[in-house]
């Protein structure tokens, strides 16, 4: 079995994740149950359908998260010292080539991914494209919506 590659960072905020649900929110889901039990017949009870089904959710995501953080390589990206190469963990800075629009994105593991805080996975398109690339290299990558071109314009771990 390979071991996924996940950022000390990325590493905690899956744990946070964990301890959340298996503490406040597993134990309300329970609750929640034994009150749409108490209403009477099952068949018909709307509440008790859907506190199960939460139940279901949250146990898939607690095996889901146990699992990743058991077979995780947590990586301290602050002690990589890859210099200007990007490498994984490397925040990087880049300016779109046709559009001027500047961005930022690290590149993390699969699972600590969301693009929402600019965090892109270590199998996207556009992290393959830049693992290996150093500060001031171009490279293009082809997106849903076409072929992008950006410049690298800074790369740093932290």
């Known amino acids: ?3 996924a590659p996940m950022t000390k960072a990325g590493s ?4 946070a994740e964990l301890d959340r649900l298996k503490s406040s929110e597993r134990p309300r889901i329970i609750a929640a149950i034994a009150e749409a039990r108490a209403h ?4 018909e009870n709307a509440e008790y359908h859907a506190a199960r089904e939460q139940q279901s959710f949250i146990e898939g995501r607690i095996g889901e998260l146990e699992a990743a953080l058991s077979t995780a390589e947590v990586i301290d990206v602050s002690k990589l010292g890859a210099g200007s190469k990007v490498v994984f963990g490397a925040t990087v800075d880049l300016e779109d080539e046709d559009s001027g629009e500047a961005v930022t994105y690290q590149i993390v593991g699969d699972l600590e991914a969301d693009i929402k805080q600019r965090l ?3 199998s996207s ?5 830049l693992i290996g690339k150093s500060e001031g290299d ?4 082809r997106a849903p919506n076409g072929v992008k071109r950006y410049e690298i314009t800074g790369v740093r771990y932290e």
Request: hydrophobic fraction near 50%.
């Open 40 to 43: 009477g017949d099952l068949k």
């Open 1 to 3: 079995m390979s071991r």
């Open 120 to 122: 892109i996975a270590v």
């Open 12 to 15: 905690e905020r899956l744990r």
């Open 138 to 141: 171009s490279f293009e990558f």
């Open 125 to 129: 398109p556009i992290a393959r494209a």
